[in-house]
């Protein structure tokens, strides 16, 4: 019992956990101070324009299905959805088979503000990425997965993505 307390203590104070620790917090707050910027900018943060592209290239989709695409929970999407649809970007249809289920798809407004939004990373980050070799994004991507999978062991990390990060 005393030598499960003392690796439960070492643990927390390891340096490599602090470290990876640190590094995400610093990840989450640049990521959060962009998506108040794009707010002020754009009237849009980046967890809309994330839902906003799934929308756009799986619509129609239901909540559920657009919740398990952005890994976001139902409250958040239906407010998220809320917001997009006071700025007529995107409009709930319900479904032919079933009168219930409504379904999410994007305004031609909607389309439009796609083609010409701003990227949900800054566009340094953007070039950064492009300046570096397929390989090297791959690895990035790879380990993001494998942060995400050990975070949250039973979610499903979405497989990796073309790279069509270009501005």
Do not use: W
């Not at 203590?9 to 707050?29: C, G, N, S, V």
Request: hydrophobic share 35%; proline share 5%.
């Amino acid at each position: 019992m005393e030598q499960q307390s003392h690796t439960r203590e070492t643990q927390m104070l390891d340096p490599l956990f602090i470290h990876i620790t640190k590094r995400m917090r610093q990840i989450a707050h640049e990521i959060n101070k962009y998506s108040k910027h794009l707010q002020e900018s754009h009237k849009i943060t980046i967890p809309q324009i994330i839902c906003l592209r799934e929308i756009y290239e799986h619509g129609p989709i239901s909540f559920s299905s657009l919740t398990k695409l952005v890994a976001l929970n139902n409250s958040t999407v239906t407010g998220i959805i809320d917001r997009l649809e006071k700025q007529n970007l995107v409009r709930r249809t319900r479904t032919s088979v079933d009168r219930r289920q409504i379904h999410i798809e994007t305004t031609e407004f909607g389309v439009q503000f796609l083609e010409e939004a701003p990227a949900p990373l800054k566009p340094e980050f953007i070039q950064g990425l492009n300046r570096m070799s397929e390989h090297d994004v791959n690895n990035i991507l790879k380990a993001l997965d494998s942060l995400t999978t050990l975070l949250d062991p039973d979610g499903t990390v979405a497989e990796v993505p073309p790279r069509d990060l270009e501005l």
